[in-house]
């Protein structure tokens, strides 16, 4: 069975940093694209950050020029460093990947449990 566990969340002030990470466990043979999305309270989950195997990465608007995604694929993980944080980023953030489990053909869409993030002083 393949799961995806975040830690990192936490309160922080406003103009701080975090740095959530998100790690791949199980018989994982191969991992695609890896991403943060995040949800607050009362909206749409939106994405945060995406990148490929390769290295590649976007940003949503808000974010962008503040968060850094990135990831290390011997390891199957991915960091999200959240710089300038701002009230408006307070979300569950949650990691997403595209998975091949070992003895598999089908790729699967793979979502860690969320972790909070609060930015309030």
């Known amino acids: 069975q393949v799961q995806l566990v975040e830690s990192g969340g936490g309160l922080v002030q406003p103009g701080g940093s975090l740095r959530l990470s998100c790690a791949g466990s199980?018989?994982?043979?191969?991992?695609?694209?890896m991403a943060w999305y995040r949800q607050a309270p009362g909206k749409q989950r939106e994405l945060v950050a995406t990148?490929?195997?390769?290295?590649?990465?976007d940003y949503g608007v808000s974010v962008e020029g503040r968060f850094t995604i990135s990831r290390d694929n011997a390891k199957n993980t991915v960091w999200l460093q959240m710089n300038s944080l701002m009230p408006e980023d307070t979300a569950v953030y949650y990691c997403?990947?595209?998975?091949?489990?070992?003895?598999?053909?089908?790729?699967?869409?793979?979502w860690g449990q969320g972790t909070q993030v609060t930015v309030s002083s």
């Open positions: 199980g018989t994982i043979f191969r991992v695609n694209d």
């Open positions: 990148i490929t195997s390769g290295g590649s990465t």
């Open positions: 997403y990947a595209q998975v091949l489990p070992r003895d598999s053909l089908l790729w699967y869409d793979i």
